[in-house]
């Protein structure tokens, strides 16, 4: 099993920049790939990004594409997610996801273990 715990979020300006991190417990980490996903109030849960276990294949949902970054550090049990040129439709809660295969895909029943969240506002 793995334990996620994110952290980073908060209020920034519309064309700002946040990094998210998500701490990962557990042996196993290295061999997860990792998601990010977001809400906003009264929507769905939708992709972000994903990245393999090693780092070698990334997926970025095509509103988040040039703008956002999704890496990882296996040494750390870390994952990053650097967003850039932020948007008032990015407030959101943030979530971190795991998914034991190592494979990343964009749908949300991939991943098992999931974060409790960090909120990010982007204020107009």
């Known amino acids: 099993q793995v334990q996620l715990v994110e952290s980073g979020g908060g209020l920034v300006q519309a064309g700002g920049s946040l990094r998210l991190s998500c701490a990962a417990s557990g042996r196993t980490f290295t061999r997860y790939a990792m998601g990010w996903f977001r809400q906003a109030p009264g929507k769905e849960r939708e992709f972000v990004a994903a990245?393999?276990?090693?780092?070698?294949?990334?997926y970025y949902a095509d509103s988040m594409k040039g703008r956002f970054t999704i890496s990882r550090d296996n040494a750390k049990k870390l994952v990053y997610l650097q967003m850039n040129s932020l948007k008032p439709e990015g407030t959101a809660v943030y979530y971190c996801?795991?998914?034991?295969?190592?494979?990343?895909?964009?749908?949300?029943?991939?991943?098992?273990?999931w974060g409790q969240g960090t909120q990010v506002t982007v204020s107009s």
């Open positions: 990245i393999s276990w090693s780092g070698g294949t990334i």
């Open positions: 996801a795991a998914d034991s295969r190592g494979v990343p895909g964009t749908g949300r029943g991939r991943y098992a273990y």
